[in-house]
């Protein structure tokens, strides 16, 4: 069987421009104040990475939850599951939300409207990717990398079917498992 190999969409210096443009945006909003980065596992790994360590100037906490539509397929299913929940407590609290790409937006919107009746003092999303041709669900995004035209993206963290994460660069996957 002939498995495709992700081609580069997004090479890794560009991929290291716009996480410094990112680090210094949520940076200047975010000046002198306390923020709680709540990345949603496990796309976020690398981008997050890369981001906290650039962010300036801000007192930072760090969350982790990981949330799933896909079940493996690369078809989003619509119902999102809560595999790992947040244990820190949030309320009055600034959240900002760590996403790799935001697709349909079930799981983000999900995720936000649990954070939002938390009670914490703010809540704001920043995602790698936003892949908008797919939305079904309206989301804001306050902090966005790159649009992404409707292809799959792998690579910086993100898989298919639990592979390419590894990839330094975001590509594209036409292949099949
Ligand atoms: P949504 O609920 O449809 O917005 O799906 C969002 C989640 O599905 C993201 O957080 C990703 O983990 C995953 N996802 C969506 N599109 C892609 C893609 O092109 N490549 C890899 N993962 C994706
Ligand atoms: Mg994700």
Redesign the pocket.
């Known amino acids: 069987m002939v498995v495709s190999r992700p081609q580069v969409f997004i090479g890794r210096e560009e991929v290291a421009r716009v996480v410094s443009r990112l680090a210094a945006e949520i940076s200047k909003d975010y000046d002198g104040r306390q923020v709680l980065l709540l990345g949603?596992l496990?796309?976020?790994f690398v981008f997050m990475a890369d981001l906290v360590r650039q962010i300036r100037g801000v007192s930072t906490e760090m969350e982790f939850v990981t949330?799933?539509?896909?079940e493996g397929a690369?078809v989003?299913s619509?119902s999102?599951r809560t595999v790992r929940g947040i244990r820190a407590d949030i309320r009055e609290k600034e959240v900002l939300v760590i996403?790799?790409?935001?697709?349909?937006?079930?799981?983000?919107?999900?995720l936000l409207n649990y954070l939002k009746s938390q009670g914490p003092e703010s809540v704001k999303l920043c995602a790698l990717?936003d892949?908008p041709s797919?939305?079904?669900?309206p989301?804001e995004i306050d902090y966005l990398g790159c649009t992404?035209p409707d292809?799959?993206?792998?690579g910086y963290g993100?898989?298919?079917g639990e592979k390419f994460r590894h990839l330094p660069d975001i590509c594209i996957?036409e292949g099949r498992e």
């Open positions: 949603v496990k796309g976020c949330l799933s539509s896909y690369m989003s619509g999102v996403e790799d790409i935001v697709d349909t937006g079930t799981t983000i919107s999900y990717l892949k797919r939305r079904q669900i989301v992404v292809k799959f993206i792998v993100l898989d298919a996957w």
